[in-house]
């Protein structure tokens, strides 16, 4: 096992990402490596959003990672696989996941799970990846949230046990890092590509301002999504430069 090799607990952190970052700092730790917590008081989300979590009823866990020969120009490849892994895990339990780019895990089109990767290059190298992780399990009230998330127990009516959870999500993370590492890539990507949220259907966006009705065609390898617009423009995006609207 590679992910979830060595699993470091704590009961309160501002944030595992945050915590994994100085670990790195202060000394060696083994790739696969998991911080792993019941609360966090300033967790984060994707381009400075926060991650609300109720202490002890959901999974929040960031994951130190090597993935060397990964090239930086193909780093998406990581959140696939790791997106890929949750929905693994899901799919033992509910029907219904998919995933909406760049790093959002839906349940019927509620989310579920987001995904924080942040990557540290050398040169032309992978230093190192932290993978932090957010993914609901028995929290029922999400509070004025909208759109509102939901929970594996919402969603299924039943109520689990978290670090059975944790076990059963990391093995199956394992599983697709060793994919990645070792695997068909390829597949990796038609998979990831399988479960895109919205893929192929017309949808209004917006971007810088401007409102469009687009199809969402690809997601490449470097995360830059391509969408066919009405006029049969192919328009490519990076994140946060485009917007879903309903």
Same mark, same amino acid.
């Given at each position: 096992?590679?992910?979830?090799?060595?699993?470091?607990?704590?009961?309160?952190?501002?944030?595992?990402?945050?915590?994994?970052?100085?670990?790195?700092?202060?000394?060696?730790?083994?790739?696969?490596?998991?911080? =792993?917590?019941?609360?966090?008081?300033?967790?984060?989300?994707?381009?400075?959003?926060?991650?609300?979590?109720?202490?002890?009823?959901?999974?929040?866990?960031?994951?130190?990672?090597?993935?060397?020969?990964?090239?930086?120009?193909?780093?998406?490849?990581?959140?696939?696989?790791?997106?890929?892994?949750? @929905?693994?895990?899901?799919?033992? =339990?509910?029907?219904? @996941?998919?995933? *909406?780019?760049?790093?959002?895990?839906?349940?019927?089109?509620?989310?579920?799970?987001?995904?924080?990767?942040?990557?540290?290059?050398?040169?032309?190298?992978?230093?190192?990846?932290?993978?932090?992780?957010? #993914?609901?399990?028995?929290?029922?009230?999400?509070?004025?949230?909208?759109?509102?998330?939901?929970?594996?127990?919402?969603?299924?009516?039943?109520?689990?046990?978290?670090?059975? @959870?944790?076990?059963?999500? #990391?093995?199956?993370?394992?599983?697709?890092?060793?994919?990645?590492?070792?695997?068909?890539?390829?597949?990796?990507? *038609?998979?990831?590509?399988?479960?895109?949220?919205?893929?192929?259907?017309? =949808?209004?966006?917006?971007?810088?301002?401007?409102?469009?009705?687009?199809?969402? *065609?690809?997601?490449?390898?470097?995360?830059?999504?391509?969408?066919?617009?009405?006029?049969?423009?192919?328009?490519?995006?990076?994140?946060?430069?485009?917007?879903?609207?309903?």
């Amino acid at each position: 096992m590679i992910i979830g090799s060595k699993i470091v607990f704590y009961d309160t952190l501002s944030s595992s990402s945050t915590e994994a970052r100085e670990l790195l700092r202060s000394g060696d730790y083994p790739e696969g490596t998991v911080i =792993h917590t019941l609360f966090q008081t300033s967790g984060r989300g994707q381009a400075g959003n926060s991650w609300i979590s109720e202490k002890g009823k959901n999974l929040l866990f960031s994951i130190i990672l090597y993935p060397r020969s990964l090239e930086p120009r193909n780093q998406f490849m990581l959140s696939m696989t790791i997106s890929l892994g949750i @929905c693994d895990f899901l799919d033992a =339990h509910i029907r219904g @996941c998919s995933i *909406k780019w760049p790093n959002d895990i839906l349940i019927d089109e509620r989310k579920i799970s987001g995904i924080l990767i942040e990557n540290s290059i050398l040169g032309d190298e992978m230093e190192n990846s932290i993978a932090g992780i957010g #993914l609901n399990i028995n929290q029922e009230s999400f509070g004025d949230m909208l759109p509102e998330p939901v929970s594996l127990k919402k969603a299924s009516g039943r109520e689990y046990e978290i670090n059975t @959870c944790l076990e059963e999500t #990391l093995a199956a993370l394992d599983r697709r890092y060793k994919q990645l590492l070792y695997g068909d890539r390829k597949l990796i990507r *038609k998979e990831y590509l399988s479960r895109l949220w919205r893929l192929m259907e017309w =949808h209004n966006f917006q971007s810088g301002g401007q409102l469009f009705r687009g199809r969402i *065609k690809d997601v490449g390898d470097d995360g830059i999504i391509a969408i066919e617009t009405d006029t049969g423009e192919i328009r490519s995006f990076s994140f946060k430069e485009v917007s879903y609207l309903p």
